[in-house]
């Protein structure tokens, strides 16, 4: 099982990014995606999370209007569409894939707003 993230990097305030997580090893239509991040001496967190068809999502309240995720299960990858990035968006992003109690999670990108 591989989740691997890429798309992270440095971006002034008021960028935009996209972060890709390829998924392989398992059966990634079967599985809800979702997207976490952290910050150094903080719990990891929900960014967003999409169904395993994709057609329902959710959002931490802070991002909702900002980021956007989306996923292509015939190239078992899941996105994040960031815009209006801002300082505090700093952190480390994993892809995480859940199927009941069955979890995994992909080794994190970094994403750097920064002026």
């Known amino acids: 099982v591989q989740l691997v993230e890429s798309g992270g990097g440095l971006v002034q305030p008021g960028g935009s990014l996209r972060l890709s997580c390829a998924a392989s090893?398992?059966?990634?239509?079967?599985?809800?995606m979702s997207w976490y991040r952290q910050v150094p001496g903080k719990e990891r967190e929900l960014v967003a999370a999409?169904?395993?068809?994709?057609?329902?999502?959710t959002y931490a309240d802070s991002m909702k209007a900002r980021f956007t995720i989306s996923r292509d299960n015939a190239k078992n990858t899941v996105y994040l569409r960031m815009n209006s990035l801002k300082p505090e968006d700093t952190a480390v992003y994993y892809c995480?894939?859940?199927?009941?109690?069955?979890?995994?999670w992909g080794q994190g990108t970094q994403v750097t707003v920064s002026s």
């Open positions: 999409i169904s395993s068809a994709g057609g329902r999502t």
């Open positions: 090893g398992f059966t990634f239509s079967s599985y809800d």
């Open positions: 995480n894939a859940a199927l009941r109690l069955v979890g995994y």
